[in-house]
C-alpha cells in the first residue's frame, strides 16, 4: 500500500472504530479493553517497518531499557533522537501520534471507560483545589484532557516491571505491540490483583509511578496478555490498577505507550 493511502484518516478511522465497536471491556481483575488486530494489516506493516532504529534511543546504563519520545520540544530529554529520524518515518509517526492516537483512538477509549475517568478526575480536581498538587498540568486550565505524544519503548536483557500504578496525571494507559515476528506468550502486559488499592494521598503528592510493593500491598498475577503484533491493551489509571511486565533475555520487547493526560505536549511525558 502506498504511504499516501496508508495515513488515510477516514480510511484508518473506519477500521479502528469497527474493531473498537466490537471490543469487550473486560472489569476483572481491573477494567481493561484488549484488542488483536487493532489497525488494517498494511497500515500495522508500514509501523512495523517505520520502528525507529535502536541508536536513536535513550538507553539506561544497565542497557535493559530504552526510551524514544516521538517530540521535538525540550521538554523530555529522551526526544533527542527524534530530530534525526528521517522525514518520511517521522512523517509516519506524526500521524500515529497526533491523528490516530489523539484524533481517532482516544475518543473512542474515553467513551468506554468514561466512569473511571470522571471519577479519577474529580479526585484530582478536589486535591488540586486543596493546593496538594504542586508539579504542573497544562491540563488544570480547563480540566481538558488528551492522548499525550508518548513514547517507543524497547526493553530487553530480562528486565521486569514490577507491579504499579502510572503517574497520577493519566487518566489511561495505551499500549500498542510491536514484537519482532509472531511474538511470544510472556512478555505483555501483567495485570495483578492487589489485595487493596493504594492510597491516593500517597499518589498524588508527587505525581510519580507508585509501586504496591513500596506501599506493603500484595498483588497477585491473575492475567499475562499475550505480545502479538498489532495488539492494543488499554485500561484506566485507578488505585488498584496493579500492572507489570517482563521483557525475554533473548528478544526486545517493543511497545509504544501513550496516556490519556491531564499533561500538556510541553510537559515531560
Same mark, same amino acid.
Given at each position: 500500500?502506498?504511504?499516501?493511502?496508508?495515513?488515510?484518516?477516514?480510511?484508518?478511522?473506519?477500521?479502528?472504530?469497527?474493531?473498537?465497536? /466490537? =471490543?469487550?471491556?473486560?472489569?476483572?481483575?481491573?477494567?481493561?479493553?484488549?484488542?488483536?488486530?487493532?489497525?488494517? %494489516? =498494511?497500515? &500495522?506493516?508500514?509501523?512495523?517497518?517505520?520502528?525507529?532504529?535502536?541508536?536513536?534511543?535513550?538507553?539506561?546504563?544497565?542497557?535493559?531499557?530504552?526510551?524514544?519520545?516521538?517530540?521535538?520540544?525540550?521538554?523530555?530529554?529522551?526526544?533527542?533522537?527524534?530530530?534525526?529520524?528521517?522525514?518520511?518515518?517521522?512523517?509516519?509517526?506524526?500521524?500515529?501520534?497526533?491523528?490516530?492516537?489523539?484524533?481517532?483512538?482516544?475518543?473512542?477509549?474515553?467513551?468506554?471507560?468514561?466512569?473511571?475517568?470522571?471519577?479519577?478526575?474529580?479526585?484530582?480536581?478536589?486535591?488540586? #483545589?486543596?493546593?496538594?498538587?504542586?508539579?504542573?498540568?497544562?491540563?488544570?486550565?480547563?480540566?481538558?484532557?488528551? =492522548?499525550? /505524544?508518548?513514547?517507543?519503548?524497547?526493553?530487553?536483557?530480562?528486565?521486569?516491571?514490577?507491579? #504499579?500504578?502510572?503517574?497520577?496525571?493519566?487518566?489511561?494507559?495505551?499500549? @500498542? &505491540?510491536? %514484537?519482532?515476528?509472531?511474538?511470544?506468550? *510472556?512478555?505483555?502486559?501483567?495485570? &495483578?490483583?492487589?489485595?487493596? %488499592?493504594?492510597?491516593?494521598?500517597?499518589?498524588?503528592?508527587?505525581?510519580?509511578?507508585? &509501586?504496591? @510493593?513500596?506501599?506493603? /500491598?500484595?498483588?497477585?498475577?491473575?492475567?499475562?496478555?499475550?505480545?502479538?503484533?498489532?495488539?492494543?491493551?488499554?485500561?484506566?489509571?485507578?488505585?488498584?490498577?496493579? *500492572?507489570? =511486565?517482563?521483557?525475554?533475555?533473548?528478544?526486545?520487547?517493543? /511497545?509504544?505507550?501513550? #496516556?490519556?493526560?491531564?499533561?500538556?505536549?510541553?510537559?515531560?511525558?
Amino acid at each position: 500500500m502506498p504511504m499516501s493511502s496508508a495515513l488515510d484518516e477516514r480510511r484508518v478511522r473506519t477500521y479502528v472504530e469497527d474493531r473498537l465497536s /466490537v =471490543a469487550r471491556r473486560i472489569d476483572e481483575p481491573i477494567p481493561h479493553v484488549l484488542v488483536e488486530g487493532i489497525f488494517e %494489516p =498494511a497500515f &500495522y506493516e508500514l509501523l512495523a517497518a517505520s520502528w525507529p532504529p535502536l541508536e536513536l534511543f535513550k538507553r539506561d546504563r544497565a542497557g535493559r531499557k530504552y526510551d524514544l519520545v516521538p517530540s521535538s520540544r525540550a521538554a523530555d530529554a529522551r526526544s533527542a533522537g527524534y530530530e534525526r529520524l528521517p522525514p518520511e518515518l517521522r512523517e509516519v509517526w506524526d500521524f500515529f501520534v497526533f491523528t490516530v492516537n489523539r484524533r481517532i483512538v482516544a475518543p473512542l477509549l474515553n467513551r468506554i471507560f468514561e466512569p473511571e475517568i470522571q471519577a479519577r478526575l474529580r479526585q484530582i480536581q478536589d486535591a488540586f #483545589h486543596a493546593g496538594l498538587i504542586a508539579y504542573p498540568m497544562e491540563g488544570t486550565r480547563d480540566w481538558a484532557y488528551q =492522548a499525550n /505524544v508518548g513514547r517507543f519503548m524497547i526493553r530487553g536483557n530480562g528486565y521486569e516491571l514490577k507491579p #504499579h500504578v502510572d503517574s497520577m496525571p493519566y487518566l489511561v494507559t495505551v499500549l @500498542h &505491540y510491536f %514484537p519482532d515476528g509472531p511474538g511470544d506468550d *510472556h512478555s505483555g502486559t501483567i495485570i &495483578y490483583k492487589a489485595e487493596r %488499592p493504594l492510597d491516593f494521598l500517597d499518589c498524588v503528592q508527587d505525581g510519580s509511578t507508585k &509501586y504496591f @510493593h513500596d506501599a506493603g /500491598v500484595a498483588c497477585e498475577e491473575v492475567l499475562r496478555i499475550p505480545f502479538r503484533p498489532n495488539t492494543l491493551v488499554a485500561f484506566p489509571n485507578t488505585l488498584n490498577a496493579a *500492572h507489570g =511486565a517482563v521483557a525475554p533475555s533473548a528478544a526486545l520487547r517493543k /511497545v509504544f505507550q501513550y #496516556h490519556i493526560s491531564l499533561k500538556g505536549d510541553d510537559e515531560k511525558v
